[in-house]
Nanobody
Framework: VQLQASGGGLVQAGGSLRLSCAAS????????LGWFRQAPGKEREFVAA????????SYTGSVKGRFTISRDNAKNTVYLHMNSLRPEDTAVYYC????????????????????WGQGTLVTVSS
């Protein structure tokens, strides 16, 4: 599976961005799609994930109510709609996928995602 992320950029605090991640190859192996981010000098952290079956979603606490993850199975694409952006949201955002339909608690660990995209940089200015 190959993942191609796009949509990052520079935005002012309070603004919005939409990230996209298109999957190609063995797209049947994309039952769980997730977004992670890594800020400078920090470890990669879970942001959000969505499961194909039932559309189950999970979010990290700091983005709940501001970010929305969605997927278009016909286009093999996952989106991350980011509103009310804050400077602390500045990071490289990575999409990832797993063939397994992960339970919510398993969505949070990067170790459960075998396939990763290249990352897209989001910079939020104050």
């Amino acid at each position: 599976v190959q993942l191609q992320a796009s949509g990052g950029g520079l935005v002012q605090a309070g603004g919005s961005l939409r990230l996209s991640c298109a999957a190609s190859g063995h797209t049947s192996s994309t039952n769980t799609l997730g977004w992670f981010r890594q800020a400078p000098g920090k470890e990669r952290e879970f942001v959000a994930a969505i499961r194909r079956s039932g559309g189950i979603t999970s979010y990290t606490g700091s983005v709940k109510g501001r970010f929305t993850i969605s997927r278009d199975n016909a286009k093999n694409t996952v989106y991350l709609h980011m509103n009310s952006l804050r400077p602390e949201d500045t990071a490289v955002y990575y999409c990832a996928t797993a063939a397994a339909s992960l339970i919510v608690s398993s969505m949070w660990s990067a170790d459960n995602y075998p396939y990763w995209g290249q990352g897209t940089l989001v910079t939020v200015s104050s």
